[in-house]
């Protein structure tokens, strides 16, 4: 059963690097899917953030792509995330997700998600 | 990019059918096929139920159905059960390479 688990900080100091990890079990992150960081603020709606691929193609949400950073450890079977300049605005749960090659390019796994407040 | 619009909320009595609609953009929902859905109930992951517009992955009960017009998409869930209260939401791929998320739905079983 594929399963993702997100790791990392929980708290992360403004103006700070929030930087996190999700390890891939029972699949292999360079089996031919597209992997994805998401994020849900407390009481809020679903908000993407960024996407990777082997080799290294990536795509990112506009309005974060000057913060944020995607990418991935072959050896680890890991993707990682760091946001940088952080604010009280980027806390949130984060999910890891990922996108189906069979279903469209639909999130089918998701990971259980990360709680990380940005404080001081 | 802006979020996919969403009523906040819709509610139907056990049995009844309520339809969920996300409106987007010629950008976004109304140029891509690569429209889905998910429900996640409180505290959880969401959970996808609805691919590329119309598709059930295995395992969705066929009570949850999924349809397109323009730039607007939408979730039917018929016959509905206790079960199906949670949040729903929509996600479309967009013009500029990206994905966006509607604003949410919480679905209210009475």
């Known amino acids: 059963q594929i399963q993702l688990q997100e790791s990392g900080p929980g708290l992360v100091n403004p103006s700070g690097t929030l930087s996190l990890t999700c390890t891939v079990y029972?699949?292999?992150?360079?089996?031919?899917?597209?992997w994805s960081w998401v994020r849900q603020p407390p009481g809020k709606g679903l908000e993407w953030i960024a996407e990777i691929y082997l080799g290294g193609n990536t795509n990112y949400n506009p309005s974060l792509k000057s913060r944020v950073s995607i990418s991935l450890d072959m050896s680890k079977n890991q993707l990682s995330l760091k946001l940088s300049s952080v604010t009280a605005a980027d806390t949130a749960v984060y999910y890891c997700?990922?996108?189906?090659?069979?279903?469209?390019?639909?999130?089918?796994?998701w990971g259980r998600g990360t709680m990380v407040a940005v404080s001081s | 990019q802006s979020a996919l619009t969403q009523p906040p909320s819709v509610s139907g009595s056990p049995g009844q059918s309520v339809t969920i609609s996300c409106t987007g953009t010629s950008s976004d929902v109304g140029s891509y096929n690569r429209v889905s859905w998910y429900q996640q109930p409180p505290g959880t992951a969401p959970k996808l139920m609805i691919y590329e517009v119309t598709y059930r992955p295995s395992g969705v009960p066929d009570r949850f159905s999924g349809s397109k017009s323009g730039n607007t998409a939408s979730l039917t869930i018929s016959g509905l059960q206790a079960e199906d209260e949670a949040d729903y939401y929509c996600?479309?791929?967009?013009?500029?390479?990206?994905?966006?998320f509607g604003t949410g739905t919480k679905v209210t079983v009475l």
């Open positions: 996600s479309s791929y967009t013009s500029s390479s990206s994905y966006v």
């Open positions: 997700a990922r996108h189906s090659v069979d279903w469209g390019y639909a999130f089918d796994i």
């Open positions: 029972s699949d292999s992150i360079t089996s031919g899917h597209w």
